[in-house]
T-cell receptor, first 115, second 114 residues
C-alpha cells in the first residue's frame, strides 16, 4: 500500500532561513503526492500537488517541492522562512487503482520559526 | 464562495453514547471525505462519499458510519463511544474526489469523550 514517511516531527528555523521539510514515499511511484499545511485550530490547506507533469512543483506562499524518483523523495522547501509559516505540514499520497480517492497522510512536521 | 462547514465545532459526550457530526461541502462539490486526527495516530481516513455512494472506506470499526444526502451534505455517526474516539474529525469536499481535484477541508469538529 502506498505510504509516506515524514522525517522529523519538529523542525525549527530562524526567520529568513531556508525551510526544508522531508517526505519519502513508498517504493512504487505513486499517482499523486501532496503537501498540506494546517494552522492552529484550522483544517488543512493544499500547498501543492505532484501529478507527474513536472518534477519541480511550485505551490502557494513561496513553497515548492521536487519529486526525485531515485531517492523516493518529495521534500518541501522555501528559500526564506516567514513567521507566518509556523504551522504543521503534512505530506500525503493517493493510492493507485481501486480506492484511489483518498489521502494517506504522513505523521506531520511541526515547523517553528524563531525571530 | 462559502467554504466547508462542519457542525458542531466542539462536542463533549459520555462513553457509550452516540454522536452525529455534520459536514456541508462547497456548493457543487460531489465528493465528501472524513478523517480522524489524533496526536498518536495522526490523520486517518474514515470514508469517502460521492453522489450519495460510499466509494472508499478506511480501517475503522463498524461503530463508525456515514452517509451523504442528495444535496451532497454528509453526516458521520459514531455509536457506543469509547475514550479513544476523542479526536478532531475533519471533513473535506472536492469536485470529483481528493485525488483528482483539490480537497478543501473544514475546520473540524473536536469530539471529547469522557
Amino acid at each position: 500500500a502506498q505510504s509516506v514517511t515524514q522525517l522529523g516531527s519538529h523542525v525549527s528555523v530562524s526567520e529568513g532561513a531556508l525551510v526544508l521539510l522531508r517526505c519519502n514515499y513508498s517504493s512504487s511511484v505513486p499517482p499523486y503526492l501532496f503537501w498540506y499545511v494546517q494552522y492552529p485550530n484550522q483544517g488543512l490547506q493544499l500547498l501543492l500537488k505532484y501529478t507527474s507533469a513536472a518534477t519541480l512543483v511550485k505551490g502557494i506562499n513561496g513553497f515548492e517541492a521536487e519529486f526525485k524518483k531515485s531517492e523516493t523523495s518529495f521534500h518541501l522547501t522555501k528559500p526564506s522562512a516567514h513567521m507566518s509559516d509556523a504551522a504543521e505540514y503534512f505530506c500525503a499520497v493517493t493510492p493507485s487503482g481501486q480506492g484511489a480517492q483518498k489521502l494517506v497522510f504522513g505523521q506531520g512536521t511541526r515547523l517553528t520559526i524563531n525571530p | 464562495k462559502a467554504g466547508v462547514t462542519q457542525t458542531p465545532r466542539y462536542l463533549i459526550k459520555t462513553r457509550g453514547q452516540q454522536v452525529t457530526l455534520s459536514c456541508s461541502p462547497i456548493s457543487g462539490h460531489r465528493s465528501v471525505s472524513w478523517y480522524q486526527q489524533t496526536p498518536g495516530q495522526g490523520l486517518q481516513f474514515l470514508f469517502e462519499y460521492f453522489s450519495e455512494t460510499q466509494r472508499n472506506k478506511g480501517n475503522f470499526p463498524g461503530r463508525f458510519s456515514g452517509r451523504q444526502f442528495s444535496n451532497s451534505r454528509s453526516e458521520m455517526n459514531v455509536s457506543t463511544l469509547e475514550l479513544g474516539d476523542s479526536a478532531l474529525y475533519l471533513c473535506a469536499s472536492s469536485l470529483w474526489g481528493p485525488a483528482d481535484t483539490e480537497a478543501f477541508f473544514g475546520q473540524g469538529t473536536r469530539l471529547t469523550v469522557v
